[in-house]
């Protein structure tokens, strides 16, 4: 069955450290493939997506992510964090262009030090 | 902007009551979803709608109902709430044209059951 893993349930970074959240997707072929981040008590807002096209690909509030084939990865980074990037983050699937469903991984709550 | 409104943010209902959570978009978005989101198990899907009066069941859809009469409303019935249906409710919307993967959310109820 078709599946998102999120491995990092929670992770803790200073404020000006560099960021990287893990997801793996386990499906046949190439996936639409989205980050999303939840900020507390708030809905989800999408921070980027790969469709198709270059690997690499920029997102809002400075964040990047890399969609690796070889390793049905496709893993969110950001240069430098900020205290207002604490939040909830959830990569989500979509699995063909015939249906509209998203499948989402389980989260990964970043936590910013000072 | 895309906007997704949910009726209530926080809700407290009783056991046994019949409970309605409302979700309007604005965006003459074709599709429409629901899911709930509980601690470490990411979002799940309840239904989903691609169409007026019409709906898919998701991964969890059992004590739920939905309804859509109207192409921007879309509601969630919980017909008898029990406990283990206390959490977070996320409605989203999206189009079916080239984005249609991509899901707007709204800022989501919290339902406790006592």
């Known amino acids: 069955a078709q599946s998102v893993t999120q491995p990092d349930i929670h992770i803790t970074v200073s404020e000006g450290a560099s960021l990287e959240l893990r997801c793996n997707y386990s499906?046949?072929?190439?996936?639409?493939l989205f980050w999303y981040v939840q900020s507390p008590g708030q809905g989800l807002q999408l921070l980027l997506k790969?469709?198709?096209?270059?690997?690499l690909v920029q997102g809002i509030k400075g964040f990047e992510a890399e969609f690796k084939r070889s390793q049905s990865s496709f893993n969110l980074r950001k240069p430098s964090v900020h205290w207002s990037d604490a939040a909830e983050y959830f990569c989500?699937?979509?699995?063909?262009?015939?249906?509209?469903?998203?499948?989402f991984g389980t989260g990964t709550r970043l936590q910013v030090f000072p | 902007d895309v906007k997704v409104t949910q009726s209530s943010r926080y809700l407290v209902k009783r056991t046994g009551e019949k409970v309605f959570l409302e979700c309007v978009q604005d965006?003459?978005?074709?599709?429409m979803f629901w899911y709930r989101q509980d601690p470490g198990l990411g979002l799940r899907l309840i239904y989903f709608?691609?169409?007026?009066?019409?709906?898919e069941k998701g991964d969890i859809p059992e004590g739920y109902s939905v309804s859509r009469e109207k192409k921007e409303r879309f509601s969630l019935i919980l017909e008898s709430a029990s406990t283990n249906q206390t959490s977070m409710y996320l409605c989203?919307?999206?189009?079916?044209?080239?984005?249609?993967?991509?899901?707007?959310f709204g800022p989501g109820t919290r339902l406790t059951v006592t």
């Open positions: 790969y469709f198709s096209g270059d690997t």
């Open positions: 965006m003459d978005h074709e599709n």
């Open positions: 499906y046949g072929a190439t996936p639409y």
């Open positions: 989203a919307s999206s189009s079916s044209g080239t984005d249609h993967h991509e899901q707007y």
């Open positions: 989500a699937v979509g699995l063909s262009y015939n249906t509209d469903k998203l499948i």
């Open positions: 709608s691609y169409d007026v009066k019409m709906k």
